[in-house]
């Protein structure tokens, strides 16, 4: 079975997250996109723990879908050619900040996991540890090292995934508190990595660069904090719709069963290039050496972004492409598109309603943008505007 599917996004109770991000939101908005499945976010969480057992249920194996009688009340919002089946996988990130080879680090790392009863088992030990009630991103003084261990002992069966790995602050191989390789950050039980999330500021060929990533997985996930930006980079996924099926899809690197990354452009990534916010500058890595990494207006530090970080790891030529490469399409958010062609932002009240006439009149956005042909009126971009062909 072929499907979409977003596993990294956060619920209402992580910081600076909507607080639309509910269940019967993400319900809505899925249908809207095309996506089939959606992690749930933040499960460590009590409160949101405590909401996703009382309004999910059972769906195919150790998935789970939003309880009819919850759905009806939201159907109506959802024009007829959009709708389609919405199934619930359990996902957290969690924040690890400690002290590793002489530094500071912090590192975020996702967990899939199988059903309520590996949550509750890791949410018990987790708990014990730091404080998972404060955000649904709990902020944990444990080494990345040690949480893998903890959920190998826990929860066997999830799935450990380090997040947007080239994050500048909080990731594996972030500039500011990461690792130059995964054994450093991961030690023993690196070889339990098959999976690393690329994240929105690198795409694929940034990656390839890098030969202790042959073997690993790439996946890119939304990071969604509020249900409209649901997808901005979801999986394209060809095998059983289950736990296992997808699990299976991400570790085998499989192109049969994993066809590959939607991706937006990493030059849209807010960590991309090097740069200093407050000061509003953007540097190239060329640039960011030629003034020391200094910020040119006033002086202080600059943040290293992504494309600087991944030139400095890579041991791979710019046009690399490993042998297990899976394919990934380049694509435009169906919104920024129609905010283009009207000149307006994407939030004004013009570019709203055209987005949902579009899908009312032609189905969820990713089949819009994939596979509808171009043939509906002089205003609208060209198919080789809208999208990349797979890579």
């Not at 899925?30 to 499960?43: E, H, P, R, S």
């Not at 990731?171 to 690196?190: I, K, M, P, Q």
């Not at 490469?325 to 309603?353: C, D, H």
């Amino acid at each position: 079975m072929s499907f979409i599917a977003d596993l990294h996004i956060h619920s209402r109770y992580s910081r600076a997250v909507s607080k639309d991000m509910i269940l019967e939101s993400l319900y809505r908005w899925a249908q809207l996109k095309g996506i089939i499945v959606v992690g749930t976010g933040d499960f460590t969480h009590p409160a949101w723990f405590a909401e996703l057992k009382e309004k999910l249920e059972p769906a195919e194996p150790r998935l789970y879908r939003l309880k009819p009688d919850l759905a009806k009340q939201v159907d109506g919002e959802i024009p007829d050619v959009c709708r389609g089946e919405v199934r619930f996988l359990l996902t957290s990130e969690i924040s690890s900040i400690y002290k590793r080879h002489e530094r500071t680090r912090k590192v975020h790392n996702m967990i899939y996991a199988p059903s309520f009863t590996a949550v509750a088992s890791l949410n018990d030990k987790l708990a014990r540890i730091g404080n998972i009630r404060s955000d649904g991103r709990p902020i944990l003084g444990l080494d990345s090292e040690e949480l893998l261990r903890i959920m190998l002992e826990r929860t066997p069966e999830s799935l450990f995934v380090p997040a947007h790995a080239w994050t500048s602050h909080f990731s594996v191989f972030g500039a500011n508190s990461g690792f130059d390789s995964l054994e450093e950050c991961f030690g023993e039980l690196t070889p339990h990595i098959k999976v690393i999330e690329t994240g929105l500021s690198s795409d694929p060929p940034m990656n390839w660069r890098l030969s202790q990533l042959e073997g690993i997985t790439l996946i890119s996930n939304s990071d969604a904090h509020s249900p409209s930006k649901l997808g901005w980079e979801p999986h394209v996924l060809n095998c059983d719709l289950s736990f296992k099926g997808i699990k299976d899809a991400f570790t085998s690197c499989d192109p049969k069963q994993f066809l590959g990354t939607i991706e937006f452009f990493p030059e849209e990534g807010k960590y991309h290039y090097d740069g200093h916010r407050n000061c509003q500058v953007r540097l190239t890595p060329e640039e960011t050496r030629k003034h020391d990494r200094l910020c040119p207006e006033c002086g202080k530090p600059v943040t290293v972004g992504v494309m600087h970080r991944t030139e400095v790891l890579a041991d791979q030529p710019i046009g690399h492409r490993p042998t297990n490469a899976l394919a990934y399409w380049s694509l435009v958010p169906l919104v920024e598109l129609i905010s283009e062609v009207k000149g307006m932002g994407v939030n004004s009240k013009r570019v709203t309603e055209a987005y949902h006439q579009w899908l009312a009149s032609l189905g969820n956005e990713f089949s819009i943008l994939r596979d509808v042909p171009i043939t509906v009126g002089d205003c609208w971009p060209s198919r080789s505007n809208a999208c990349a062909k797979a890579r």
